[in-house]
């Protein structure tokens, strides 16, 4: 079962859309976010984010710790969304 859906979200006081397509499967989920706003292209390379697994969106690790705020923010924003998946 797949989602497709734009979410915004506050990064250092600024609100930024993104768009996010969401798979769930029997034993993982796929999360593909792309940054609309060029300005997070910096933060993270061509605005794009891609994650699969079980052990949660929030694991993924990134150099900087500007990268992991933002990827904390665009996390709680997906996670509104997904309230309505078992």
């Keep these: 079962m797949g989602r497709i859906f734009t979410t915004t979200f506050v990064f250092q006081g600024k609100t930024y859309t ?3 397509s ?5 034993t993982d ?5 792309h940054l ?12 794009k984010l891609n994650y ?3 052990d949660g969106f929030r ?3 990134h150099q900087s710790e500007l990268a992991q705020e933002l990827m904390q923010c665009i996390a709680h924003s ?5 309230t ?3």
Excluded at 29 to 33: E, L, M, T, W
Excluded at 78 to 82: G, L, N, Q, Y
């Design 18 to 20: 993104a768009l996010v």
């Design 22 to 26: 969401l798979n769930f499967s029997a």
């Design 29 to 33: 989920i796929s999360i593909k976010v």
């Design 36 to 47: 609309e706003d060029t300005d997070l292209h910096k933060i993270l390379p061509e605005g």
């Design 52 to 54: 699969q697994g079980s």
């Design 59 to 61: 694991n993924l690790e």
């Design 78 to 82: 997906i996670e509104k969304h997904m």
């Design 84 to 86: 309505d998946h078992p």
